[in-house]
């Protein structure tokens, strides 16, 4: 009974932060402006081109990546990987815990895919993308991922798009992070109503 009543506040507290982020300023900010935008314009006289990146200003990106942490973080309670080893031990229903799975694991894929950015030999992925901006610059200064920031950010163009990719990756950490948190609330159910018929 106490491993049911744990699974239950560790799903609520699940829920509640991603409701938090669903909610949040920047997720009504990309929802109210249509999402990101990169446009690029060029003058033909000159062949010079620029970049110019609209998306969520850096109040609203900070705000949002101090509970994000708490989802991709291992050992975190409440991150996609203990979530995902945690619903593997309950007695439910299958239907939802293989949602919770497929759902990370098409997260997974996206990270691991190649990004738009090629810096010479440096191609990252989206993963190595977001792992950097957060533990590189916002949310923790690693020295090796700090470097390859400044790189990154060195030229006003390759900023922009490195913006725009990192913008990308919290749009579809979002996307799935939905889709999660709806099957830890049927979970959440089952689970309440096993605890109210053993009453």
């Known amino acids: 009974m106490n491993d049911i009543n744990n ?4 799903l609520g507290l699940f829920i ?12 009504k900010s990309l929802i ?20 110019n990146y609209n998306g969520p200003d850096v109040e609203q990106v900070d705000a ?9 973080q291992d050992g975190d309670q409440i991150s996609f990987r203990e979530m995902e080893n945690m619903l593997d031990t309950l007695c439910v229903a299958e239907d939802a815990k293989l949602r919770f799975k497929k759902q990370r694991n098409l997260f997974n ?6 990004s738009m950015i090629a810096i010479e030999e440096d191609h990252p992925t989206y993963r190595e993308i977001m792992k950097t901006v957060l533990y590189g610059y916002r949310g923790h200064l690693n020295s ?3 470097s390859r920031y400044k790189t990154w950010k060195a ?3 390759l900023s922009s798009i490195i913006d725009f990719e990192f913008i990308s990756v919290l749009l579809a950490f979002i996307k799935a992070l939905t889709v999660l948190e709806n099957n830890c609330r049927i979970i959440l159910k089952e689970l309440t109503e096993i605890t109210h018929n053993r009453i």
């Open 109 to 114: 894929n996206f990270l691991d895919s190649k």
């Open 7 to 10: 699974a239950i506040e560790i």
């Open 32 to 51: 109210a402006n249509e999402g990101i935008k990169l446009d690029v314009q060029s003058d033909m006289g000159t062949g010079v081109f620029s970049i």
């Open 155 to 157: 030229s006003s163009v």
């Open 144 to 146: 090796k991922k700090y």
């Open 16 to 27: 509640e932060k991603a409701d938090r982020l669903r909610n949040s300023i920047l997720v």
């Open 64 to 72: 949002f990546l101090f509970t994000m942490r708490m989802f991709i």
